[in-house]
């Protein structure tokens, strides 16, 4: 736990750090690169499993997804990079794969391009949305920057909620993916995200934009920490199939990457999609 705990602080300075100095380019680039490292992670799953994803050609397609969809095109540049990078790799598959007879790859492959950098894109896609209702200003871009913050830690902070109450009153499994987690540590986890999101809201209300009141925080809030939990549960599902406690040991206490990001890939289309529908 505590080893959890200073990973938990060290990793948010970095991010706050990281913002604060070089603003949504460096967002960009650790979405991007966090995109990257989970994706990988995914496919080692993959081949635990049996299976054989094309890992070079997905993580570069992967790459192209994310850190293309902020600098190449408009709002929909992640969709139009995801197309491309989809017939691309289809093509490449098929190809290979037909001339041994066998299509191995097609199915891992695609799925880890699409389940990673293309629902993770949409982190970097909230900012995109929010610089093209303001006019692509300095405020379009802080206020993008804090409503995927928003996101994120809502998302991460249901998962410590959760793991906090479940500590102490935990009784009731949740799933049998995942046998540690409760109901009642779920619970505690979607209120502790909606006070999170309530103190994001208020101690940077300035960056928040106009309508995001604090109702609809703690409303927007309860999906995300929704999703969050079975974003969670994919991956222990993931694990469970390819026989690992944790998809990798790059951070201690926590485990991989995919560890790390697991509850931001449902989260982060989810989040855009609220975010559109009510304030934008």
Same mark, same amino acid.
């Given at each position: 736990? &505590?080893? @959890?705990?200073?990973?938990?602080?060290?990793?948010?300075?970095v991010l706050g750090i990281s913002l604060a100095l070089?603003?949504?380019?460096?967002?960009?680039l650790l979405v991007t690169v966090l995109a990257f490292? %989970?994706?990988?992670?995914?496919?080692? !799953?993959?081949?635990?499993?049996?299976? &054989?994803?094309?890992?070079?050609?997905?993580?570069?397609?992967?790459?192209?997804?994310?850190?293309?969809?902020?600098?190449?095109?408009?709002?929909?540049?992640?969709?139009?990079?995801?197309?491309?990078?989809?017939i691309l790799l289809t093509l490449t598959i098929i @190809?290979?794969?037909?001339?041994?007879? /066998?299509?191995?790859?097609?199915?891992?492959?695609?799925?880890?391009?699409?389940?990673?950098?293309?629902?993770?894109?949409?982190?970097? &896609?909230?900012? &995109?949305?929010?610089?093209?209702? #303001?006019?692509?200003?300095?405020?379009?871009?802080? #206020?993008?920057?804090?409503?995927?913050?928003?996101?994120?830690?809502?998302?991460?902070?249901? *998962?410590?909620?959760?793991?906090?109450?479940?500590?102490?009153?935990?009784?009731?499994?949740?799933?049998?993916?995942?046998?540690?987690? %409760?109901?009642?540590?779920?619970?505690?986890?979607?209120?502790?995200?909606?006070?999170?999101?309530?103190?994001? !809201?208020?101690?940077?209300?300035?960056?928040?934009?106009?309508?995001?009141?604090?109702?609809?925080?703690?409303?927007?809030?309860?999906?995300?920490?929704?999703?969050?939990?079975?974003? *969670?549960?994919?991956?222990?599902?993931?694990? /469970?199939?390819?026989?690992?406690?944790?998809?990798?040991?790059?951070?201690?206490?926590?485990?991989?990457?995919? *560890?790390?990001? *697991?509850?931001?890939?449902?989260?982060?289309?989810?989040?855009?999609?609220?975010?559109?529908?009510?304030?934008?």
């Open positions: 736990m &505590k080893q @959890r705990i200073i990973s938990f602080a060290v990793l948010w300075s070089f603003g949504v380019h460096a967002g960009v490292l %989970t994706q990988l992670e995914l496919y080692q !799953l993959f081949e635990k499993m049996g299976l &054989k994803p094309m890992k070079e050609l997905g993580l570069a397609c992967g790459v192209v997804i994310t850190f293309g969809s902020y600098y190449l095109g408009g709002l929909d540049a992640g969709y139009d990079l995801f197309l491309l990078c989809f @190809r290979k794969d037909l001339q041994a007879g /066998r299509l191995s790859s097609f199915m891992p492959t695609l799925f880890g391009l699409l389940y990673v950098p293309f629902l993770m894109h949409f982190l970097i &896609k909230i900012v &995109k949305m929010s610089e093209l209702n #303001t006019g692509f200003n300095e405020s379009g871009i802080g #206020t993008g920057l804090f409503l995927t913050v928003w996101i994120v830690a809502v998302a991460k902070c249901t *998962d410590v909620g959760g793991l906090l109450v479940g500590m102490k009153i935990g009784k009731t499994p949740l799933s049998v993916i995942s046998p540690k987690k %409760t109901y009642e540590g779920a619970a505690g986890g979607i209120l502790f995200s909606v006070l999170i999101g309530l103190i994001l !809201l208020g101690v940077f209300h300035n960056y928040a934009p106009t309508g995001f009141h604090w109702w609809l925080s703690a409303l927007i809030a309860v999906p995300i920490a929704i999703a969050s939990i079975a974003s *969670d549960l994919v991956e222990s599902a993931f694990k /469970r199939q390819a026989q690992v406690k944790d998809s990798g040991a790059l951070i201690p206490g926590i485990g991989g990457i995919f *560890d790390l990001t *697991d509850s931001l890939i449902l989260t982060a289309p989810l989040g855009y999609l609220l975010f559109k529908y009510t304030l934008f």
